[in-house]
T-cell receptor, first 110, second 117 residues
Framework: KNEVEQSPQNLTAQEGEFITINCSYS?????LHWLQQHPGGGIVSLFM???GKKKHGRLIATINIQEKHSSLHITASHPRDSAVYIC????????????FGTGTRLQVFP | ETGVTQTPRHLVMGMTNKKSLKCEQH?????MYWYKQSAKKPLELMFV???????ENNSVPSRFSPECPNSSHLFLHLHTLQPEDSALYLC????????????????FGPGTRLTVL
């Protein structure tokens, strides 16, 4: 079992829909990252958060440290949002490495 | 454009070939990383360099050999690879690599998609 679990693994939506991607983790963390990976491989960091909520444009990320859970929300989804969304946590244990989830593949259709 | 470039973007090689992957960062960062991304698996950290010194090697087979000649460049030398080594190899950089409470964001390159025949 991965230390970072994401759900769903695959998600399809119609343009305009509100989307939620979930991330649960089982280790103590200092920070959690949401990353976006486009077809072709390039990865972009969307958010880094350690508490509460952050918003950037149509994207909102929340984290509940007590429940070890984070969500990424996309409002008014658009086909260009189609990508793999990856949750990664920075563990408090050992060498402070990032631990990655397997990603959620999102396809938004017009 | 994240400020981290990788070449080549695609590479096909035989099991007896020797090739190198190159990563360059233009961000003035002190730490660089190699990751492997296989299909349907989480990203796996391979190597971490901080100020040109290797600070982490996650049990990577010796057929992968990293080199960091300066803080802007990172290479991954490949030799006698196996078909199961086919994957996307991602380079990343961050301001610092150390510190137990570090929350540095890593900036990723576009990756090199490697196919081993």
């Amino acid at each position: 079992k991965n230390e970072v679990e994401q759900s769903p693994q695959n998600l399809t939506a119609q343009e305009g829909e509100f989307i939620t991607i979930n991330c649960s983790y089982s280790v103590g963390i200092s920070a959690l990252h949401w990353l976006q990976q486009h077809p072709g491989g390039g990865i972009v960091s969307l958010f880094m958060l350690s508490s509460g909520k952050k918003k950037h444009g149509r994207l909102i990320a929340t984290i509940n440290i007590q429940e070890k859970h984070s969500s990424l929300h996309i409002t008014a989804s658009h086909p260009r949002d189609s990508a793999v969304y990856i949750c990664a946590v920075r563990s408090l244990l050992g060498t402070d490495k990032l631990i990655f989830g397997t990603g959620t593949r999102l396809q938004v259709f017009p | 454009e994240t400020g981290v470039t990788q070449t080549p973007r695609h590479l096909v090689m035989g099991m007896t070939n020797k090739k190198s992957l190159k990563c360059e960062q233009h961000l003035g960062h002190n730490a660089m990383y190699w990751y492997k991304q296989s299909a349907k698996k989480p990203l796996e950290l391979m190597f971490v360099y901080s100020l040109e010194e290797r600070v982490e090697n996650n049990s990577v087979p010796s057929r992968f050999s990293p080199e960091c000649p300066n803080s802007s460049h990172l290479f991954l030398h490949l030799h006698t690879l196996q078909p199961e080594d086919s994957a996307l190899y991602l380079c990343a950089s961050s301001q610092e690599a150390s510190g137990s409470m570090s929350t540095d964001t890593q900036y990723f390159g576009p990756g090199t998609r490697l196919t081993v025949l």
